[in-house]
């Protein structure tokens, strides 16, 4: 399965922006779905992820809250909306497919191109 990420742009601080990840191909019910970020200079971080098959969820601390990872099965998407964007969050965001209930970036695979997000203050 092959992931394309898409919603990402330019906003200001306060703003909301809602993210999408389409899954070419079929998704198990036993995978993992997973939103990772990569700021600029740092390397990849874990932000949320979502059960294919169940509607539970995991989120990072620093976005507990304002971010909220969800599905749509029908039609093999994930989705991230983002409240109160602040400049931390800046980065580009990338989705990912797993089979285990972690955060490491590197138990997930099917990374698309990513998607650029940038609040400015």
């Known amino acids: 399965v092959q992931l394309a990420e898409s919603g990402g742009r330019s906003v200001q601080t306060g703003a909301s922006l809602n993210l999408s990840c389409v899954g070419s191909?079929?998704?198990?019910?036993?995978?993992?779905m997973a939103w990772f970020r990569q700021p600029p200079g740092k390397e990849r971080e874990f932000v949320a992820l979502?059960?294919?098959?169940?509607?539970?969820?995991l989120y990072a601390d620093s976005v507990k809250g304002r971010f909220t990872i969800s599905k749509d099965k029908t039609i093999n998407t994930v989705y991230l909306q983002m409240n109160d964007l602040k400049p931390e969050d800046t980065g580009v965001y990338y989705c990912?497919?797993?089979?285990?209930?972690?955060?490491?970036?590197?138990?997930?695979?099917?990374w698309g191109r990513g998607t650029q997000v940038t609040v400015a203050s």
């Open positions: 979502i059960r294919w098959s169940r509607d539970s969820t």
């Open positions: 191909g079929r998704i198990y019910s036993s995978t993992i």
């Open positions: 990912g497919l797993g089979s285990r209930y972690e955060t490491r970036s590197a138990s997930y695979s099917g």
